[in-house]
T-cell receptor, first 115, second 113 residues
Framework: EAQVTQNPRYLITVTGKKLTVTCSQNMNHEYMSWYRQDPGLGLRQIYYSMNVEVTDKGDVPEGYKVSRKEKRNFPLILESPSPNQTSLYFC??????????????FGPGTRLTVL | SQKIEQNSEALNIQEGKTATLTCNYTNYSPAYLQWYRQDPGRGPVFLLLIRENEKEKRKERLKVTFDTTLKQSLFHITASQPADSATYLCALDRRSNTGKLIFGQGTTLQVKP
């Protein structure tokens, strides 16, 4: 089944404790992206990657890191989480950087709480 | 500044009626616009894409219009069903080579039996 998977689905942590949220897609998509969704603010892009070893900042990158060592994986790293990073996070992928009208496939989401 | 607006108030309609959701944007000239459905606690799911040179697009009970003069897209669900209850998001292309989308906040639709 074609899908985007994220782990963990739920995480409660404390301020300053490094964490990684994994994202993997099995559709051979070139483009991958991370979003956070907050009430009243909608989906905001954190980082995106147009292909392996190519990453770039989205609209709200502060406090986050990403890497794209393999085509299928795009982990989101919070080196020192803070309470304002409490949010619902979504990973998404789409087919090709060259086709700007591709639909995005979203993962099931990771609900993160930072105490 | 660039802005996308969807009605933040929930839309409540009776089963069988047509639901119409609005997406307005300012200071953009998107090449295309997408609509997604999102159920509580789940990721958005793609529904329809419409390009700037298309006035209307249909898929089963769904219809999307795109008026680049008014800077508005309308999303219609005909013969609505309780199963259509969800939040609907519009997303605009930023006319870059990055494939980046910017999303509206979404409108929640409640279809009552």
């Amino acid at each position: 089944e074609a899908q985007v998977t994220q782990n963990p689905r739920y995480l409660i942590t404390v301020t300053g404790k490094k964490l990684t949220v994994t994202c993997s897609q099995n559709m051979n998509h070139e483009y991958m992206s991370w979003y956070r969704q907050d009430p009243g603010l909608g989906l905001r892009q954190i980082y995106y990657s147009m292909n392996v070893e190519v990453t770039d900042k989205g609209d709200v990158p502060e406090g986050y890191k990403v890497s794209r060592k393999e085509k299928r994986n795009f982990p989101l790293i919070l080196e020192s989480p803070s309470p304002n990073q409490t949010s619902l996070y979504f990973c998404a992928s789409s087919l090709s950087q060259g086709q700007r009208n591709n639909e995005q496939f979203f993962g099931p989401g990771t609900r993160l709480t930072v105490l | 500044s660039q802005k996308i607006e969807q009605n933040s108030e929930a839309l409540n309609i009776q089963e069988g009626k047509t639901a119409t959701l609005t997406c307005n944007y300012t200071n953009y000239s998107p090449a295309y616009l997408q609509w997604y459905r999102q159920d509580p606690g789940r990721g958005p799911v793609f529904l329809l894409l419409i390009r700037e040179n298309e006035k209307e697009k249909r898929k089963e009970r769904l219809k999307v219009t795109f008026d680049t003069t008014l800077k508005q897209s309308l999303f219609h669900i005909t013969a609505s069903q309780p199963a259509d209850s969800a939040t609907y998001l519009c997303a605009l292309d930023r006319r870059s080579n990055t494939g980046k989308l910017i999303f509206g906040q979404g409108t929640t639709l409640q279809v009552k039996p």
